[in-house]
């Protein structure tokens, strides 16, 4: 929701005009990113795994590419158990992915992190998280801002039993987290929209629904403000968004990134003229 | 207590010694304006015999008392013609004076209006006065005059920018400026996100801006005090006066309801529907209107009724999928009563509110929010003797804040109506000052007030383990909202908790000789009611939120020194004052705080401080064809938020940083220029300090996604800001013998086209995957015109 108030205050700057300008910017040490999100697609069978851990080092800003990582020790543990599932490295791109989808399912566990860096060893733990089964993704014939933005309306049934924090994939590094505040236990109907550009008749788009927890909605929300266009002289004070690991040898040293994992469903739809 | 018992001891004996010096008269009266019965504000009664004299205060009264005698007494003010008239003092006298305005009786334009001039014997320092004449020639954006922006020419007040609702004293945050419009207080200043402020100048009277010194029937913001009243209308004859410009039209009627007694002024503004060329072609628009009305009636020689009403709304939409409403309402009934001609009182009664509402099609919903406040106020202004003058007055404030009310606006709408809960507040306060003149040198002006701050019961009120609703997270080095461990649901008329101020208010004035001066000041100002805002500049969402049992009051103590020098018979005036502030309980938010629409706001804001401090300089000339002012302010203004305990970090690691609005250097320049009857010039220089901000210091990547990596908070700042504006008047000469009188106003804003960066971005450019710094600027060159009449 916050997303979309804020388009309010991006078009009262749209009244002026934009261009891209050369800036000095600061340096800053590197540290090591940990991307690490499994995806347990349920309602498949088997169950589909995406996602896994990346690990790379950040970089000055205006650098093209991020160097990557591939020779860490990575598993994650079950702390109910107490066994380690390993999680090796693929090979491409600082990838790391375990052998089994069905090791993550229990939702009554804590599952633990370890990646093990240059004789540090980072730590995180999360929980999987259920997502609500999307109902329907269908083509709507609204559009936003310029009059030619291509409608996808999307529903799901929240459960009323408990608060619930989901993250919505489109594709195109468009995302969409959503708490149910304001929709306990209704079905939830949002539009998202694609830019002509990226998306024609004929097309056939995925759309991805995961549960996550209420922390990481928090620094997902933080995350998408701050790759965003921004908000202009709108945007709120950015600040480095801290995520669930720790550097148990070198505390200050400590990795950017979020360790989550998460019930998913995914949805397919082929764009048509309306 | 025994701070305030001393106090008024003192006063009382100072009353005393006052009141047996001698056998006085006293001379009072109304002082207006000739052609329509306005009153007129600060209009200087002198007897210069006596080297003494009085001000008119808001309402146009005068009260002076020396001691037997036959006197010449001096009339002057502003713009008129000033009165000279010999008055033996036998016995008490009631005389009410007239003045003309000066330029409609000569030929020559001979500019002697000296608007401004400086005041050099009044302790009263750190206060800017603009008359409405020189806020409309002051040349701005799209050629409407305005009052915002015509103080930010001011040394010590910036901005935050073009687009940014507001503005900024001495290094203080937009809330903390207490805005009252004839005694209402104005929550939001700003039409059109900034572009406008909420005034519409053709009814503005008299303008003061306090930046220190506060006088203590003030309160309840602590960084300065923008006191606006506007016209009660035209007595004599009926009038009329307007203006058409490119993006507003204004007009403006008053006229008798009983001829001397008793008039009612309507004023109109509204701007056209597509304003933004840009967003015209398809179905989006931006506009605003306000609507002014006064009734005023004249009672009897004692007694005067001001009622006055104020509505104001500002519209966006984005096609059909989007719509955004707000503006103020305030309504407002005066009672003026003289119980003798030595003590005035005005009683006010007053409601305002201000609302913001958002309907998003798209989602379903309809959103609401806003603040409401009755405010009752009686103050009384007790002329004692030639020396010592006594303000006293009590002010009681009941507030309700609705911080936002969701709602299905369709059927198939998935949103579940809610509502986030209001909070209920009551403010009282109690003030006595007194300007006391000790010797023909010094003066001295000194008050206390009072302040009692009620927070009262409200429905879902969390209660935290320790009272304690944000823990730091060690592990992570951040700051998290905690669980409420219960939910309580208080009645209304119970008090979450109270908080009490006395605010000692102390300034003086020596006068070195005739033309120049030393000043003094301290005060010690409580705010109560804080702005929850976190982004670079205010946005009209923004919401007030009271202090509690989470959020303490922000307590100011601020010093100032200040020298003021007349040259050549006040042709020229120079004012130079440093000063030094410190505010306690400055709330900071913590990092990532999401402040739209959160219910448990105390789970993301902690209490910190802020300082500020600075020189500001100001030269004018007040006299002759060509007039206009330099102001220089050299300042710094930081805020830190330290651990609670020596475990936590604090906010950006509990050191201090620049606020948003630490502007290091800020220079203005003014200028007008009449060449004859026919044109003047006026021109406006600004320089700006950039604005502290933050830039990525690295990069990395996330779920595919560019993230930047931030530094310590405002450690860089924006492109400086500066910008030169150029306008010219044009009055027809065909006006001199007709009734319909008209200018052309035509302007030019930012006229050598300065991209001024209202925020630099950082973004993944979505075609080359390279990372770039986007610049953000609102206003390039913008010519306009504006045709003005009156009749």
């Known amino acids: 929701m916050k997303k979309i108030l804020i388009i309010s205050f991006l078009t009262a700057t749209l009244i002026g005009c934009e261009d891209v300008i050369e800036v000095d910017l600061p340096s800053s040490e590197p540290r090591l990113i940990i991307d690490a999100y499994l995806n347990l697609f349920t309602q498949e069978i088997p169950v589909r795994l995406e996602g896994g851990v990346r690990l790379t080092l950040s970089e000055d800003y205006f650098e093209d590419e991020v160097p990557i990582i591939e020779n860490a020790t990575v598993f994650i543990t079950n702390l109910g158990t107490g066994i380690e599932y390993p999680l090796n490295y693929t090979g491409a791109d600082g990838w790391y992915r375990p052998e089994n989808s069905t090791d993550f399912l229990d939702f009554a566990t804590d599952y633990e992190l370890t990646v093990i860096y240059e004789n540090e060893t980072y730590k995180g733990t999360t929980q999987i998280q259920p997502v609500a089964p999307i109902n329907e993704v269908r083509q709507g014939t609204r559009t936003l801002f310029d009059g030619d933005e291509i409608e996808v309306i999307v529903s799901f049934n929240d459960d009323g039993t408990r608060d619930n924090y989901y993250f919505y994939e489109f594709g195109f590094d468009e995302f969409q987290p959503i708490e149910d505040q304001f929709f306990q236990g209704s079905e939830i109907v949002f539009s998202t929209f694609f830019e002509p550009e990226d998306v024609s008749v004929g097309d056939t788009i995925t759309v991805k629904g995961y549960g996550i927890t209420k922390q990481y909605y928090t620094y997902i929300e933080l995350i998408l403000e701050q790759t965003g266009d921004g908000g202009g002289p709108f945007q709120s004070l950015p600040a480095t968004t801290r995520g669930n690991i720790i550097n148990t040898n070198n505390f200050d040293n400590y990795p950017l990134g979020y360790f989550s994992i998460s019930e998913a469903d995914e949805e397919k739809l082929t764009i048509q003229e309306l | ?791």
């Open chain 2, 1 to 791: 207590m025994r701070v305030l018992y001393i106090f008024f001891t003192s006063l009382l004996f100072l009353m005393n010694t006052s009141l047996f010096a001698q056998q006085n008269y006293t001379l009072s009266g109304t002082i207006s304006e000739a052609s329509s019965n306005e009153t007129l504000i600060g209009v200087t009664v002198a007897i210069p015999e006596l080297s003494t004299g009085v001000v008119t205060n808001e309402y146009g009264f005068f009260s002076i008392s020396v001691p037997q005698g036959t006197y010449e007494i001096q009339i002057s003010a502003l713009g008129f013609q000033g009165i000279t008239r010999t008055i033996t003092l036998d016995k008490k006298q009631k005389l009410d004076f007239q003045l003309k305005e000066e330029a409609e009786q000569l030929d020559e334009v001979v500019v002697t209006e000296n608007v401004e001039k400086t005041n050099i014997r009044k302790p009263q320092m750190s206060v800017n006065a603009l008359s409405s004449a020189s806020i409309k020639k002051i040349p701005v954006v799209l050629g409407e005059a305005d009052v915002v922006k015509s103080i930010l020419l001011l040394p010590g007040v910036t901005s935050a920018g073009e687009g940014a609702s507001g503005f900024n004293v001495r290094g203080g945050a937009v809330d903390q400026n207490l805005i009252l419009l004839d005694e209402a207080i104005i929550f939001n200043s700003s039409h059109l996100f900034g572009f406008f402020s909420v005034f519409n100048p053709d009814a503005i009277k008299d303008v003061k801006l306090y930046k220190g010194g506060i006088p203590a029937r003030y309160g309840g913001r602590v960084s300065s005090v923008l006191d606006i009243y506007q016209k009660e209308g035209n007595s004599k004859q009926f009038k009329m006066n307007g203006g058409i410009g490119i993006v507003a039209s204004r007009l403006l009627l008053e006229g008798p309801i009983e001829k001397d007694r008793g008039a009612f002024l309507v004023g109109g503004r509204a701007s056209y529907a597509h304003l933004f060329l840009a967003l015209a072609d398809n179905n989006n628009s931006a506009y605003f209107y306000d609507l002014n009305a006064k009734l005023n009636y004249k009672l009897n020689d004692n007694n005067n009724l001001y009622l006055s009403g104020y509505f104001g709304r500002d519209l966006f939409a984005i096609s059909e999928s989007f719509e955004n409403v707000y503006g103020n309402t305030v309504a407002n009934f005066r009672w003026n009563h003289l119980f003798s001609d030595k003590l005035f009182s005005n009683l006010s009664l007053i409601y305002s509110d201000y609302y913001y509402g958002l309907e998003l099609d798209l989602l379903g919903f309809q959103w609401d929010s806003g603040i409401r406040n009755f405010n009752l106020k009686y103050d009384f202004k007790h002329y004692l003797s030639s020396n010592f003058q006594l303000n006293y007055g009590i002010n009681n404030i009941y507030y309700r804040f609705n911080p936002g009310e969701i709602e299905p606006n369709r059927e198939d709408s998935g949103i579940v109506p809610q509502k986030l809960t209001n909070k209920y507040a009551n403010e009282f306060g109690a003030y006595m000052e007194a300007e006391h003149k000790l010797t023909d040198k010094l003066t001295l002006q000194y008050g206390l007030r009072w302040s009692h701050f009620s927070r009262l019961g409200q429905d879902e009120f969390n209660v935290y383990e320790n009272e304690n609703p944000v823990l730091f997270n060690s592990d992570f080095q951040i700051y998290e909202g905690a669980t409420p461990v219960r939910v309580d649901n208080i009645s209304r008329s119970e008090t979450l908790s109270t908080f009490n101020n006395f605010e000692p208010r102390l300034g003086l004035s020596y006068l070195v000789n005739e033309n120049s001066s030393i000043k003094a000041s301290y005060n010690h100002m409580a705010q109560y009611l804080h702005l929850l805002s976190n982004t670079a500049s205010p946005t009209p969402l923004d919401v007030w939120t009271p202090s509690g049992p989470y959020t303490q009051p922000q307590l100011l103590d601020q010093y100032a020194l200040g020298y003021f020098r007349n040259f050549q018979d006040g042709d020229y005036s120079l004012e130079t004052e440093v000063f030094y502030k410190e505010i306690e309980n400055r709330i900071d938010y913590i990092d990532g705080a999401d402040l739209i629409a959160n219910n448990d706001i105390e789970q993301v804001i902690l209490n910190g401080e802020a300082r500020a401090y600075g020189l500001e300089l100001l030269l004018r000339k007040n006299n002759g064809r060509l007039k206009g002012w330099l102001a220089y302010t050299l300042s710094k203004s930081e805020q830190r938020t330290p651990g609670r305990t020596s475990e936590e970090s604090g906010i950006n690691n509990g050191v201090w940083y620049n606020t948003p609005f630490d502007k290091t250097h800020d220079i203005s320049l003014n200028g007008s220029y009449e060449l004859n009857e026919k044109w003047s010039f006026n021109s406006n220089f600004l320089f700006q300090t950039g604005q502290p901000t933050n830039y990525p210091v690295g990069q990395y990547e996330q779920r595919g996604l560019v993230v930047p990596i931030f530094g310590p908070r405002n450690q860089e700042r924006l492109p400086a800001y500066h910008r030169l504006d150029i306008s010219v008047t044009l009055t027809p000469r065909k006006n001199k013998n007709r009734k319909l009188q008209a200018e052309w106003t035509f302007g030019i804003y930012n006229l050598y086209n300065r991209r001024n960066a209202a925020a630099v971005n950082f973004r993944e450019n979505a075609d080359t995957g390279n990372n770039e710094a986007l610049r953000t600027s609102i206003f390039g060159i913008v010519p306009s015109i504006t045709y003005n009449f009156k009749f």
